[in-house]
């Protein structure tokens, strides 16, 4: 028995040469815009939190006020007895903010994207997705047990020709991540939702890295295009921007009430707790009524990218505040990971299979909470490391 597992200790000899490690820095403070990472103060630019709400007065107030009235945990799945006045207004409320006749919530994105595609899609079915789609659409395509086909990046033509070859399928789903969480760019969603109509086929799109982040107040991907109700399903998490945890779908009743009644998640996992819930519903109304958050991350961003662009890095195609700073090679990003580090600035090095080889990356994650003099702090590390990495 004992030597059946003797496999991981081979794979995982490789893994550790290639650079992968399984101990990741252990974080000793919130996960803020300066946080401690293995003892050592950083600037954070590893972290999905856009708008700093993960220390928020009022999100950490929500929480507390949540344990005292509700308790810290939910104790059932959400069809069972684990469905609370909490998790109802969250789903009101978020409807009511994305545009939608109602919303779902899930306990992750990853699970909300798996039990979603695997729920509507089935093998009768075929999918069409962008080849840099999440790793948790790309499961749910899986578990769907369709045919999957898949577009070059953001090609549009290219989704066209598969949707054209896929008529006679029961259904069709076209999906893609609303900002693709490698790269920093847009879906080319406005294209992609045409071809939808077009082709009758089911549009979906995953705005983990947009809610919060584009469109009115961070309505997200499809407000940013101006393509409110042309979009079937949005999904989305409350674990980046929104600085809570938890996933969800939002779409038209009939859709969230066949997912309610259907998607194996909420069936066969326990809904999320209090705690989480009401974070999630006190950053709605913070995206609601302090808009400025948005603007500041914006203005960070821009501010960032102009700063590596004249100190003459290559941030490729980011059109957001996910920025890359591409090197090229595996080794070369992960030693300037491990230099900024030492000079007390946090990106991580990006390297194969997340990114095609040939293009390791550091991934910089700008946040609102990032002062100038963060930034400021950080570029200089960069021009450091930039010129001893040239030599
Ligand atoms: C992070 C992420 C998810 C998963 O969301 P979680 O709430 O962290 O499970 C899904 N899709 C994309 C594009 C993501 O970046």
New binding site residues.
């Given amino acids: 028995m004992k030597n059946s597992l003797c496999f991981v200790e081979e794979e995982l000899a490789g893994l550790k040469r290639a650079g992968i490690s399984p101990g990741p820095k252990i974080l000793s403070t919130p996960q803020g815009p300066k946080a401690r990472f293995e003892d050592k103060e950083v600037i954070n630019l590893s972290s999905?939190n856009y708008l700093g709400l993960t220390t928020h007065p009022k999100l950490k107030e929500a929480a507390k006020k949540a344990i005292e009235q509700f308790g810290t945990g939910s104790g059932a799945a959400r069809n069972i007895a684990g469905f609370m006045t909490l998790h109802k207004e969250l789903e009101d409320k978020l409807a009511a903010f994305k545009g939608t006749e109602a919303s779902i919530v899930f306990q992750?994105?990853?699970?909300?994207?798996a039990g979603t595609v695997s729920t509507i899609i089935g093998k009768e079915d075929i999918i069409v997705s962008d080849r840099l789609?999440?790793g948790?659409?790309i499961d749910g395509c899986r578990l769907a047990r369709a045919g999957i086909k898949i577009f070059s990046h953001k090609d549009v033509k290219e989704a066209e020709k598969l949707l054209k070859e896929s008529k006679g399928a029961r259904r069709i789903l076209l999906i893609t991540?609303g900002?693709?969480?490698m790269d920093g760019d847009i879906a080319p969603l406005p294209g992609l939702v045409a071809l939808a109509n077009k082709y009758k086929a089911i549009m979906m799109v995953?705005d983990?890295?947009a809610f919060g982040v584009l469109g009115r107040n961070g309505r997200g991907t499809v407000d940013h295009f101006n393509l409110c109700g042309q979009v079937d399903i949005q999904?989305g998490?409350?674990?980046?921007a929104i600085g809570s945890?938890?996933?969800y779908v939002a779409g038209s009743r009939a859709l969230i009430d066949y997912l309610a009644c259907k998607a194996r998640p909420i069936l066969f996992s326990t809904s999320l707790p209090p705690a989480s819930i009401a974070c999630a519903s006190a950053a709605l109304d913070i995206l609601k009524e302090q808009p400025e958050l948005i603007d500041k991350l914006w203005e960070n961003t821009r501010f960032f990218k102009d700063s590596l662009f004249k100190l003459g890095f290559n941030t490729g195609i980011s059109e957001t505040p996910i920025i890359p700073i591409v090197v090229g090679e595996e080794e070369k990003a992960i030693k300037s990971s491990k230099r900024l580090f030492q000079e007390g600035v946090f990106a991580r090095a990006i390297t194969y299979p997340a990114v095609p080889k040939g293009e390791a990356r550091l991934r910089t994650i700008i946040s609102a909470a990032h002062t100038k003099e963060d930034l400021t702090f950080a570029l200089n590390a960069f021009e450091k490391i930039g010129k001893e990495l040239r030599r």
């Fill in positions: 999905n992750t994105g990853f699970s909300a994207n789609n999440h948790s659409i991540d900002v693709f969480s995953d983990a890295h999904m998490t409350f674990s980046k945890f938890g996933g």
